[in-house]
Each structure stands twice: as structure tokens, then as C-alpha cells.
């Protein structure tokens, strides 16, 4: 679901271009210095596997050539096939390969090892990076989009790392020998082989522009389906009771269209790339044979050198459509990288302030000074918010739906902070508490409930996590929550799973209150916590969280009225103000806007 904001800065459309492309991959190089000696092995390895590699076919052409002259040496009865000779040249292209093979394997597992460790510190990075965001970024952005970011981005980011800078190291020496031994062979022929030259570049050229925007549209829709689909599925049953079955599909359809136009595109035009190329090397090849042989038959060359400069010709094309395929690999890692970049450089919340105020001895007085609070400036959800909580009172904040209830608790986290005013805590600002000392003096129970894959006894825990098991069943015993428990197979070492789906929203509700009252804070925070439960239930709990809130200061958001009437103080908010404060009599007594909202939902009860 989109918040305030909507589409939020970390996002990729689709078709867009890179950014920076070679920024991009500056960035990753800076992100990988750590890994530099491995890197510069890495390097020299591939250097050396290659260069060795290289004198393969001029040996080679060297054995062809001992074998014609031996041949032609036996029919003109004048000698014969020296094989001795012909087997040691062979004995040393078979050494000279092998050192080859074992120089590329060595460097093969180091790149691997710097590309596995790179993506893993991406992962962490990310991961760690997603606990210091601030609530605006996830209220903007699709969960998917940003799991797509960790997972899909970062897997195809390390793959093309991986296979990247080991290929074009290992191309542009090949190109380079490939020309150098060319040339010692036939500068004419070498000659005919690079006017070939341009014609690849250019070929290469209007694929790669071609194909990089329908790279990064692969990236950015891949996001965004992971998006759709995270959301269809933890709300299918939403989705399955209003019937939109066909609507999400089409949804996912429309998207997935997109993302198999710029895949297929993109995957089409990287792969012709090597056809392509294979013809234009084919030409070449016609070329080179045919003045080659006139060559020989001048004695300008010998056979050998003809079958050791066609291999070399091979050597030369063939790297310059590795480079392209790499150019391609490139392009696909910096649109991946980029939105990962994006991600990590993502503004995040200042957790620690200079001289911060110490949470030692707090008591809980709560004081709203004229606050003012937009989540954008031209949009005002907070116009002139004041009020004064004393220690260990209990303040409800009731209101039409759109009020600005539950901002007013996001404000009092610091999820986000006022426009103008202030919010002081005990008569400290609370912009001068570190963030995560602030909220440690709070515990929370939300309308939305958050359980996780793990047994009752660890998410109740997690309010607590030194709390011995008997104080956890305690917890469970004030919420009422406990007898419920035992009748479950497993009793409190019962596994629930991902969505917690394997115990009602009632009963979700319980654990999470549970789980606040292990916590045991100095101030509360209850947004519909009661939201979820029967009548029967609602009041049982309403008299676990009396005892439960008696010393704390709790602010409770409610609906049913009912539920508040033995507040010390009711704040009654309209647009965005307060418009009534008093306590549940006095509020009535006055006959305003919190009786008309009260005398409603009896009215609706009764009919």
C-alpha cells in the first residue's frame, strides 16, 4: 500500500536510463576496495592464463609446418616425418595449455570468493541500512520493491561481477596478443583482420544502445512484480472475499507483460550479438584464406602459419563479442547496482543527537506545545495540537477516522517529527533523546498485529527478551490470554507460521498485548488494541489493561467510547485540533461533539 508521499524517492520507472552509469561503477569499485589484493591477483592471473595461452597456436602451426615439410620431404624421396620432434612441440603446447587451465581455475575461485563476499556485505549492508530508515521511506515504497532490492538486485549485481571483469581482463589480453602475434606472422593479413575491426565496434555499438534501457526496464518492473505479488499473497484472503481474483490477475498480467518485453528485448539483443559477429569473423576468415594461400603458394609464409593465423583470428574476433556480451553484463549489473546504491544513500533518521538527554528517572509527563505536522508541507494533518499529561495518567484520544490519531502517536515516537512546536518529555524536548533510548521507554499495541515465524513463548518474549518463562506466562495469565493457550497443540511452544494464520485475529491481538504487558514500559501506547476481540473478551482484557496501565502513562486511540470512559483525560480531536478535552462525564455533560460521537455508536448498538 502507497502512504503519504507516494511513490517515494528510491524507486526506478520503467524505462529509464542509468543515471550514472560509470558514477555507478565507480561506486561499486570503491565498494570493493577492500578486496583489492585479491582483485590485482585476480588480474594477473587472468593476464597470465591468457598470454600463455596465446603462443598456443603459433606452436601448433609450428607442428602443421614440421608435419607438411615432413610429408612433402617423404614424396619427393628426400626424407621423412620427423615424429619425435613433431611429439616434443606437442608435449610443449600441452604444458603450455595446462599452466593456462590452472592459472584461469585459481583466478576463477578467487573473483568468485570477492564476488560471493561482495554481495554478502551488500545483503548485510542493506539489511542493517532498513533499520535506520525512517517510517516515511516504507509508508512510500512497496515492501516487494524493496525486497526485490536485497535479493534480485543484489544476486544479479554479484552474478555479473563475477563472470564480468574476469572475461573482459581475459578479452582485451587476448585482443591484444591475438594483434601482436598476427603481426609477427603476416602484417598484411593482419591488416585485412582489424579493417574488420570497425565494422564489429559499430555493430556493437547500436546493440548496446539498444538493449541497455530494456535492461533497466527488466530490473525496475522485476521490483515491481515482486511488489504485487508479496502484496496479493498476505492479502489473498482479502482478495478472494471481494472477488478480485480477476482484477489482480490482470494487474499482475499488465506488469508481467512489461517485464517479459524488456527481458525478451534484452536477452534478443545481447543474443544476437554473437551471430552476428560470427559472420563478420566468417568474412574475415574467407579473406585470410584466400590471400593467405597465395601467400604460401610465394613462400612469403608457411601452411602452419596460415592454420596458427586463422586460430588467431578467431582469437581476435571472438574476444571483441565477449566484450560486447560483458558491455551488455555491465549495463544489466549497473541498472542492479544503481538501485541498490539508491537504497543504501537513502536519507536516513538521526538517531543520536550531541548531548543527548538521559532516559534515567524519566516519569512520563507528556506536554504537546502547539504542534504542527504535515507529512507533506502543503498538506497539514496537525494544525494546533496542545495538551499536558500528567505521570501516570491515562489519556485517550478519540476522533472521526482521519483526525489525526494515530499521527499524533507516530509523532510521539519520533517516527516523525513536528513541523513546528515541540513535544517535550518530562520538559525535554524529545528531539533531544536519542531515538532509540525514546522509544525504549515505550511499549506499543497496535490495531495491526505483528506476530513472526516462531513459537508463542518467543513472540511473547520479544517485549522481553531476559523475561524467564515464568514471567512470560504471567504475562500471558494478566492477558488473559493464557488458558486459550494451553488448549493449542504444543501449548506455548506451539510454532506459528509466516502470517500467524494458524490462530485467529482475536487471538493474534491477545499475544500482542501479552506480549506489551512483559514489556512492561513507562508509557503505553494503544491504538485499537481491543479492535479484534468479542465483547466478552474486550471487557476482560479492558480490566487486565486497567491494572496494567495503573503508574504508567498511556495514551489509548479508541473507536468504541465505551471502552474509555474511566480515562483521567479524554482529548477529542476534529481536522486535525483538539476541540474537547475533559474527562468521560464532563465531556458528556458539555454536550458537545464527543456526546454526539458517543450517543451515535449507542444509538447504533441499539439498533
Not at 603481426?183 to 541497455?212: D, R
Not at 517485464?259 to 536477452?267: H, I, P, R, V
Not at 515464568?470 to 497443540?489: N, W
Not at 458539555?590 to 439498533?607: I, T
Request: proline share 2%.
Amino acid at each position: 500500500m502507497m502512504g503519504p508521499g507516494g511513490g517515494g524517492p528510491g524507486r526506478m520507472m520503467a524505462g529509464e536510463k542509468a543515471k550514472d552509469f560509470s558514477g555507478t561503477i565507480r561506486k561499486l569499485m570503491r565498494a570493493m576496495r577492500h578486496h583489492t589484493f585479491s582483485l590485482v591477483t585476480v588480474v594477473l592471473f587472468a593476464v597470465a592464463s591468457t598470454a600463455i595461452a596465446i603462443r598456443g597456436p603459433k606452436i601448433l602451426g609450428q607442428a602443421i609446418t614440421e608435419l607438411s615439410n615432413g610429408i612433402l620431404a617423404k614424396y619427393a624421396g628426400t626424407g621423412g616425418v620427423d615424429f619425435p620432434q613433431i611429439g616434443a612441440i606437442l608435449l610443449r603446447l600441452l604444458a603450455i595449455y595446462g599452466a593456462s587451465v590452472c592459472l584461469s581455475l585459481i583466478q576463477g575461485w578467487i573473483m568468485t570468493g570477492v564476488a560471493q563476499k561482495t554481495t554478502y556485505r551488500f545483503r548485510r549492508e542493506m539489511t542493517e541500512k532498513i533499520h535506520r530508515m525512517p517510517m516515511a521511506y516504507f509508508e512510500s515504497n512497496q515492501d516487494g520493491d524493496t525486497l526485490s532490492r536485497i535479493t534480485n538486485d543484489v544476486d544479479t549485481m554479484g552474478q555479473n561481477l563475477n563472470q564480468s571483469i574476469t572475461t573482459l581482463i581475459s578479452s582485451i589480453t587476448a585482443v591484444i596478443g591475438g594483434a601482436v602475434m598476427m603481426l609477427t606472422i603476416s602484417p598484411l593479413m593482419t591488416l585485412i583482420a582489424v579493417l574488420l575491426l570497425p565494422i564489429s565496434v559499430l555493430l556493437m555499438g547500436v546493440i548496446m544502445k539498444n538493449s541497455q534501457k530494456h535492461f533497466v526496464t527488466q530490473q525496475a518492473y522485476l521490483g515491481k512484480i515482486t511488489g504485487q505479488v508479496e502484496e496479493t499473497f498476505s492479502g489473498h484472503t482479502v482478495v478472494k472475499a471481494f472477488g478480485r481474483e480477476e482484477a489482480a490477475l490482470s494487474t499482475f498480467m499488465e506488469t508481467n507483460g512489461v517485464l517479459y518485453e524488456s527481458a525478451w528485448k534484452s536477452q534478443f539483443l545481447s543474443g544476437m550479438m554473437q551471430p552476428i559477429m560470427m559472420f563478420v569473423g566468417n568474412l574475415g576468415y574467407v579473406a585470410v584464406a584466400v590471400v593467405g594461400g597465395l601467400l604460401a603458394m610465394k613462400n612469403a609464409i608457411e601452411l602452419g602459419d596460415i592454420q596458427a593465423f586463422i586460430q588467431y583470428m578467431r582469437n581476435f574476433t571472438q574476444p571483441i563479442t565477449q566484450i560486447a556480451q560483458v558491455m551488455n553484463m555491465l549495463q544489466s549489473m549497473a541498472a542492479a547496482a544503481e538501485r541498490v546504491f539508491s537504497f543504501l544513500e537513502e536519507p536516513e533518521e538521526e538517531r543520536t543527537v550531541e548531548n543527548p538527554v538521559s532516559i534515567a528517572g524519566i516519569q512520563g509527563e507528556v506536554a504537546f506545545d502547539h504542534a504542527r505536522f504535515g507529512y507533506t508541507l502543503d498538506k497539514v494533518v496537525i494544525h494546533d495540537f496542545s495538551a499536558v499529561v500528567k505521570p501516570g495518567q491515562t489519556v485517550a484520544i478519540v476522533g472521526p477516522t482521519g483526525a489525526g490519531k494515530t499521527t499524533m502517536v507516530k509523532l510521539l515516537m519520533r517516527f516523525y517529527d513536528v513541523n513546528s512546536g515541540s513535544i517535550r518529555l518530562d520538559g525535554h524536548d524529545i528531539r533531544n533523546f536519542n531515538r532509540g533510548e525514546l522509544r525504549e521507554m515505550f511499549g506499543m499495541v497496535l490495531q495491526d498485529t505483528w506476530l513472526f515465524k516462531g513459537t508463542i513463548m518467543e513472540n511473547i518474549r520479544y517485549g522481553r527478551l531476559d523475561a524467564t518463562d515464568e514471567e512470560v506466562i504471567q504475562a500471558a495469565k494478566t492477558a488473559h490470554v493464557h488458558h486459550f493457550i494451553q488448549t493449542l497443540p504444543g501449548g506455548y511452544q506451539m510454532e506459528l507460521n509466516e502470517e500467524a494464520t494458524n490462530v485467529s485475529q482475536g487471538q493474534k491481538q491477545l499475544l500482542t498485548i501479552a506480549r506489551a504487558i512483559l514489556a512492561d514500559k513507562k508509557l503505553l501506547i494503544l491504538d485499537e488494541a481491543t479492535s479484534s476481540v468479542d465483547t466478552s473478551t474486550e471487557s476482560r482484557i479492558q480490566r487486565a489493561m486497567n491494572n496494567l496501565m495503573r503508574g504508567h502513562t498511556s495514551f489509548v486511540i479508541a473507536h468504541r467510547l465505551s471502552t474509555i470512559r474511566e480515562a483521567d483525560l479524554i482529548l477529542v480531536m476534529r481536522d486535525g485540533d483538539i476541540v474537547e478535552h475533559g474527562t468521560h462525564e464532563e465531556l458528556l455533560a458539555g454536550k458537545g461533539f464527543y456526546a454526539e460521537l458517543y450517543n451515535s455508536q449507542f444509538e447504533d448498538a441499539v439498533a
